[in-house]
């Protein structure tokens, strides 16, 4: 699981940015499980809060969303 840099509320609100063509860069908290270029989970918002949207991605060598669903 990994989080989006900015802490977006909601799903729709993540896949409006992407579709706008925002760069979205993701990274894992703790560095216990270094994030992987290719699929992805993501959640959201950033811990404490509950996490309440899940969404898959693609991300590239940079950790940047390159295909979003």
């Known amino acids: 699981m990994a989080y ?10 993540l896949m409006e ?4 063509g925002k760069r ?13 270029t290719g699929q992805n989970t993501l959640e959201g918002p950033h811990y404490p809060e509950p996490h309440k949207w899940y969404a898959s991605a ?9 295909k979003l669903k």
């Open 58 to 66: 693609v991300l590239d060598d940079d950790g940047y969303i390159t």
């Open 24 to 36: 979205i860069a993701c990274y894992q908290p703790g560095g216990m499980f270094p994030l992987q």
């Open 17 to 20: 940015d992407f579709k706008a």
């Open 4 to 13: 989006t840099v900015h802490n977006y509320k909601t799903k729709k609100a």
